[in-house]
């Protein structure tokens, strides 16, 4: 379970790249300070993914932590994202949709 989420975090990055979202400086230090989901009110959709999303799953996976449950990030990623190019979001949801089923998974396995 760990590898495939590994494997469909690096794709999703992998995806960011290809698509020119991925930054190569992070928000002010004070973006991360955002109390709201998603922080939404401090960064758009893609910031969030790279600098929040992306490396909290990372330091799950490398400290063998449980893999998180009950997640919905797709809706947000949706919505956030419903003025793009469909075939772009598509590219970012599906590995992210595989995320969300393999953390459902193996938790309704525990």
């Not at 989901?37 to 932590?65: G, H, K």
């Amino acid at each position: 379970m760990r590898e495939q989420t590994k494997y469909q975090l690096q794709q999703l990055q992998k995806a960011m790249e290809e698509l020119a979202l991925w930054q190569a400086v992070a928000p002010e230090a004070a973006a991360f300070d955002s109390v709201e989901p998603f922080c939404i009110d401090t960064m758009n959709a893609y910031e969030w993914l790279q600098w929040v999303f992306i490396p909290r799953m990372y330091a799950v996976i490398e400290s063998n932590e449980p893999l998180p449950h009950k997640m919905a990030i797709v809706p947000y990623i949706e919505e956030a994202l419903k003025e793009k190019d469909i075939v772009e979001v598509q590219r970012l949801i599906e590995p992210l949709k595989a995320i969300e089923e393999i953390c459902s998974a193996q938790n309704d396995r525990a």
